[in-house]
């Protein structure tokens, strides 16, 4: 079961990364990828966790859990990304790549 979750998991999250290419214009095709499914990966793990919890928390509490470590690793990556300003090596379309949308 568990290769079928990280597969869906993959596929939602690139799916994810082509949806908010257009606000983040500055990540390639292939960064928007891996920082989406760094954050599924995070969600997911959180979930799964925390269902398992007796007793089990509130979905609310769940969802603020989740969120706040994603944002937490998306705000560093984007800012680690940013403070070394190297250029990626996916910046030109091509076939399956966009490229940078600018």
């Given at each position: 079961?568990?290769?079928?979750?990280?597969?869906?998991?993959?596929?939602?999250?690139?799916?994810?990364?082509?949806?908010?290419?257009?606000?983040?214009?500055?990540?390639?095709?292939?960064?928007?990828?891996?920082?989406?499914?760094?954050?599924?990966?995070?969600?997911?793990?959180?979930?799964?966790?925390?269902?398992?919890?007796?007793?089990?928390?509130?979905?609310?509490?769940?969802?603020r859990?989740?969120?706040?470590?994603?944002w937490?690793?998306?705000?560093?990556?984007?800012?680690?990304?940013?403070?070394?300003?190297?250029?990626?090596?996916?910046?030109?379309?091509?076939?399956?790549?966009?490229?940078?949308v600018?």
């Open positions: 079961m568990l290769p079928y979750i990280a597969r869906e998991r993959d596929r939602f999250a690139d799916a994810v990364a082509l949806r908010v290419a257009p606000r983040m214009s500055g990540l390639s095709c292939t960064e928007r990828q891996d920082l989406m499914r760094s954050l599924a990966d995070t969600v997911t793990g959180i979930v799964v966790v925390a269902i398992h919890r007796q007793p089990v928390p509130s979905s609310g509490a769940i969802a859990d989740a969120a706040d470590a994603a937490g690793i998306a705000r560093t990556r984007l800012e680690r990304m940013a403070e070394l300003g190297e250029p990626s090596s996916d910046d030109e379309a091509g076939p399956g790549n966009p490229g940078r600018a």
